[in-house]
C-alpha cells in the first residue's frame, strides 16, 4: 500500500568541508544550526528555519559536487515573493557566489515564476524562486531554466 500523502523532509547534502558549507549556508541564506556534531570523522550538521529542520550537511565526501553523476540534480528553496529572491540575490553577489545566470530569469519563456541559479561552496546546484513576479523577463535558454547548468 502506498503511503497517502508524502511531502519532502529534508535534504541531505555530502559536504568537502562542514565549516566552510556551515558559513555558506548560514551566514549566507540565513539558515539556523538546530544541530551539529564535531567529532573527528563524524562531522555534521542539522539546519533549518523557525524550528523546522530543511537541511542536514554531512562532511563525508572529498570532491565537490559532480553533475555528470546520478543524484541531486538541484536544490530549490522557493520563497513568497521575487522580492525576496532579489534580497537573497543581494546578499550572494555580496559573498561573491558564482551565479549561472544573470539576475532574475522566469523557470522558461512566458513563465511567471522564477528566481536565481547559483551555487554553493561545493558546486551544488541551488535555486531560490518566487512563484511569480518574473513575468516579462527573457529566459536565458530555451530548455527548463533550472535545468542545465
Known amino acids: 500500500m502506498t503511503p497517502s500523502r508524502l511531502t519532502t523532509g529534508h535534504i541531505g547534502l555530502n559536504v568537502t568541508d562542514l565549516e566552510r558549507s556551515l558559513d555558506f549556508y548560514s551566514r549566507v541564506l540565513g539558515f ?3 544541530g551539529q556534531s564535531r567529532e573527528q570523522g563524524r562531522e555534521y550538521a542539522f539546519l533549518g528555519r523557525d524550528g523546522t529542520l530543511l537541511l542536514t550537511l554531512w ?23 521575487v522580492e525576496e529572491v532579489r534580497r537573497a540575490e543581494a546578499a ?12 532574475v530569469v522566469p523557470h522558461g519563456e512566458g513563465a ?11 558546486g551544488v546546484r ?11 523577463t527573457k529566459a536565458p535558454t530555451a530548455a527548463p531554466t533550472c535545468g542545465f547548468f
Do not use: C, K, N, W
Request: charged share 20%; no cysteine; proline share 5%.
Open 59 to 81: 562532511q563525508q565526501s572529498v570532491t565537490g559536487f559532480r553533475p555528470d553523476t546520478a543524484g541531486l540534480h538541484h536544490l530549490s528553496f522557493q520563497v513568497d515573493t
Open 92 to 103: 550572494l553577489l555580496e559573498a561573491a557566489v558564482e551565479f549561472a545566470h544573470d539576475g
Open 32 to 34: 539556523e544550526v538546530m
Open 112 to 122: 511567471a515564476s522564477g528566481g536565481i541559479f547559483f551555487h554553493d561552496p561545493d
Open 126 to 136: 541551488l535555486e531560490i524562486y518566487a512563484p511569480s513576479g518574473a513575468e516579462g
